[in-house]
């Protein structure tokens, strides 16, 4: 079955500190991979995706994400936090077949220190 | 172009009764993916609905059911309310679905229940 695994639930970086959430999937295919974020009282908002070619995917406000399929993680990373990256993170692997069926890790929420 | 917009933003229900939600999904779009949002449960597929078909369900029990219009618009019903039925309940559009297809989300309605 497929299944998303995000072991940080909670993460703290100084502003201007370099960072990485984690994600591992589980998944008998290529799968589709996503980056979501969440801002408080807000709706997701699509960061990046991978699905095939270059694992190493740009995504919008300075992210991006590696997959690496040997060890089934698509880890996300910002060279450079702003206070404006505070937020909940989510990972995602959409499963190939007939329409949306997408299964979400837990979420990582990010905490900017000043 | 309007984004997808959910309606209400919250409610207040007490147990044993029902509730409806709306969702307008993006002109366009005829894929609408509802997701229950809870603290550390991340995000629970629901369902899908394409062309006014449920494609695709979730694991939820018989209580939650939804439908979809001509217009792509859809409505999620919740009966016989239980207090765990508390949550951010999402809404999401995209396309045609499909697992490549960027899913857009609503802002959400959170539901309490009393």
């Known amino acids: 079955a497929q299944s998303v695994t995000q072991p940080d639930i909670h993460i703290t970086v100084s502003e201007g500190a370099s960072l990485e959430l984690r994600c591992n999937y589980s998944?008998?295919?290529?799968?589709?991979l996503f980056w979501y974020v969440q801002s408080p009282g807000q709706g997701l908002q699509l960061l990046l995706k991978?699905?095939?070619?270059?694992?190493l995917v740009q995504g919008i406000k300075g992210f991006e994400a590696e997959f690496k399929r040997s060890q089934s993680s698509f880890n996300l990373r910002k060279p450079s936090v702003h206070w404006s990256d505070a937020a909940e993170y989510f990972c995602?692997?959409?499963?190939?077949?007939?329409?949306?069926?997408?299964?979400f890790g837990t979420g990582t929420s990010l905490t900017v220190i000043p | 172009k309007a984004g997808v917009t959910q309606t209400p933003r919250y409610l207040i229900k007490t147990r044993g009764q029902q509730v409806t939600l709306s969702c307008s999904p993006i002109?366009?779009?005829?894929?609408v993916s509802w997701y229950q949002q809870t603290p550390g449960q991340g995000l629970q597929f629901l369902f899908e609905?394409?062309?006014?078909?449920?494609?695709n369900k979730g694991n939820f029990p018989g209580r939650f059911s939804g439908r979809q219009f001509s217009n792509s618009r859809s409505e999620m019903n919740v009966s016989t309310l239980e207090l765990g039925d508390s949550a951010l309940y999402l809404c999401?559009?995209?396309?045609?679905?499909?697992?490549?297809?960027?899913?857009?989300f609503g802002p959400g309605t959170r539901l309490t229940v009393l």
């Open positions: 999401a559009s995209s396309l045609d679905g499909g697992a490549h297809n960027e899913q857009f």
């Open positions: 998944y008998g295919a290529t799968p589709y």
């Open positions: 991978y699905f095939s070619g270059d694992t």
């Open positions: 995602a692997v959409g499963a190939l077949g007939t329409g949306n069926q997408f299964y």
């Open positions: 002109s366009g779009h005829r894929s």
């Open positions: 609905y394409f062309s006014e078909t449920q494609r």
